[in-house]
């Protein structure tokens, strides 16, 4: 199975860092990802894929002038925050942590300070 994530802010409102199973890859300019047990065709140009389910915090680094910035920041999470690998929960990440804990799922993992989106 294949997972993708939105890198780009056009992706039809999907939670940007949060990974998707996808589930239809056949038409060169959309993918179908399984979103909350719906299929949401997106555009392939708006993702980025890996063939292994991801089991790292993704790290989101948003400008804080950008309208979702200013929404994360509503939710007290700043304009960097990191979303859970296993249910895809948003919390602030402390610059430099290594790992996080997921006050929803109570999954720990480590962060991916790597590869940010």
Known sequence: MRWARVSKEEAHGLRRGAWYPV??????????LDVNKTNRPVNRSSLEFTEVRPDKWS????????QAALRASAAKL???YGVCPLCRGRVPIVPDAKEAQCPNCKELSEVDWAHPC
């Open 23 to 32: 589930v239809g890859d056949g038409e060169a300019s959309l993918v179908l």
């Open 78 to 80: 700043g304009p960097v």
């Open 59 to 66: 790290v989101v680094s948003r400008s804080p002038e950008e």
